[in-house]
């Protein structure tokens, strides 16, 4: 089964922006989300893998939070990017190479992780660097298996 573009729009506008989908989902009945936590990882955490699996653990790190609205994220079509260039705490210790980033609702600890993707090209850190993800990285819904 699939779904329709106007759906996978409206979908990906309530989850990231906060707009409502009428007569289906009202963003604002149950408390929702106003911040996401945007996360570092070492490896791919897999769709079964929470927000610490294979997370980043140098000195100083700490998830970035986003605000779940056009502040925070701009979609075209299926695609969803950053509004801005989101960068992370500079290492105060250690080092990492980051293959994938991932978007959950915890600002620390376990939390659900909602959406993962690849870094391309990896991002490569030492001491006093500040990682960075570009307006350019892209968060796209693309059904588990395709």
Do not use: C
């Not at 998830?63 to 960068?87: C, E, H, K």
């Amino acid at each position: 089964m699939s779904q329709s573009d106007v759906f996978n729009a409206a979908l990906l506008d309530l989850i990231f922006l906060g707009i409502s989908i009428a007569t289906i989902a009202d963003d604002a009945a149950d408390y929702p989300a106003t911040e996401y936590y945007l996360s570092l990882h070492e490896a791919d955490p897999t769709p079964a893998g929470g927000q610490t699996a294979f997370e980043a653990s140098y000195g100083d790190y700490a998830r970035i939070p986003i605000t779940r609205d056009g502040a925070g994220f701009v979609r075209t079509d299926s695609v969803v990017n950053f509004f801005a260039d989101m960068l992370f705490p500079a290492v105060g210790s250690g080092s990492g190479v980051y293959t994938h980033f991932g978007i959950g609702l915890e600002s620390s600890g376990v939390g659900d992780l909602l959406y993962s993707g690849p870094i391309t090209p990896n991002i490569t850190v030492g001491v006093g660097q500040q990682p960075k993800l570009t307006t350019d990285t892209a968060i796209q819904f693309v059904p588990y298996g395709e």
